[in-house]
């Protein structure tokens, strides 16, 4: 079964308007880590926000904020006022932590291009 | 700010070569890991290696691939005879690991990445 799944294989936004990527997960493990990166079309994997099970209040980290609905098992990112920088690929992920320090398990990604 | 480097950036290698692909993780973190990307396709976990053992492995990771720390620094992956189907990005990762009030934090902090291809 999917553990994440991201389900806009593309989405399309303008300049300055905030856009939502979708993410869902799956996990029986009560203590988990939710990620989203972000990779440009250069390659490198950037680290953006996390979001911990057990965290009381969404994330933020600048213009990105995570809407986290643990009930619904979603992880949503969101960009607000998109730059034209924003264009690439965002991956969510996750990290069940009671495996250990173990690894990511990926998304397919969403494809974001920010128009002028 | 600290951060994770890979070299080489492109690797083009004949099919039935050894590759070695090495990662400098950042300093002070304790675990590692190796993903891999066919182009176009989702990244996915490779092994991850702890206090000098691998800790976890995917079924990707067969007996041509190793992983090695040589020197406290230095993080290493081999792939022994390459196949046409190991071409793809390679990241290497490392942990920070913070404890937070409510809970555990991993943020993992990716390299930039070798672009393979195997001929």
């Known amino acids: 079964a999917q553990k994440i799944t991201q389900t806009q294989p593309g989405m399309f936004v303008q300049e300055k308007e905030a856009v939502t990527l979708d993410c869902t997960y799956d996990?029986?493990?009560?203590?988990?880590?939710l990620f989203w990166y972000k990779q440009p079309s250069s390659g490198e994997m950037i680290f953006l926000i996390y979001?911990?099970?057990?965290?009381?209040q969404n994330a933020t980290e600048g213009r990105y904020s995570l809407n986290f609905q643990k009930a619904r098992k979603s992880a949503n990112l969101v960009i607000s006022a998109s730059q034209l920088g924003d264009s690439a690929m965002y991956f969510c992920?996750?990290?069940?932590?009671?495996?250990?320090?173990?690894?990511?398990?990926f998304g397919t990604g969403t494809r974001l291009l920010v128009s002028p | 700010e600290p951060e994770v480097t890979q070299t080489p950036s492109h690797q083009v290698t004949q099919m039935g070569q050894e590759v070695i692909l090495r990662c400098v993780p950042i300093?002070?973190?304790?675990?590692f890991y190796w993903y891999r990307q066919i182009l176009g396709q989702k990244v996915e976990f490779l092994v991850s290696?702890?206090?000098?053992?691998?800790?976890?492995k995917s079924e990707i990771f067969d007996d041509q691939f190793s992983v090695e720390r040589p020197d406290g620094s230095n993080f290493t992956l081999k792939i022994r005879s390459t196949k046409l189907e190991d071409s793809a990005m390679y990241f290497c990762?490392?942990?920070?690991?913070?404890?937070?009030?409510?809970?555990?934090?991993?943020?993992?902090?990716f390299g930039p990445g070798t672009r393979l291809l195997v001929l």
């Open positions: 300093s002070n973190h304790l675990y």
């Open positions: 290696f702890y206090n000098n053992e691998i800790s976890e």
């Open positions: 996990t029986s493990d009560p203590s988990y880590g």
């Open positions: 992920a996750m990290r069940e932590v009671n495996t250990g320090f173990q690894k990511l398990v």
């Open positions: 979001q911990g099970s057990y965290d009381q």
């Open positions: 990762a490392s942990l920070k690991a913070t404890t937070r009030t409510s809970g555990r934090q991993e943020t993992q902090y």
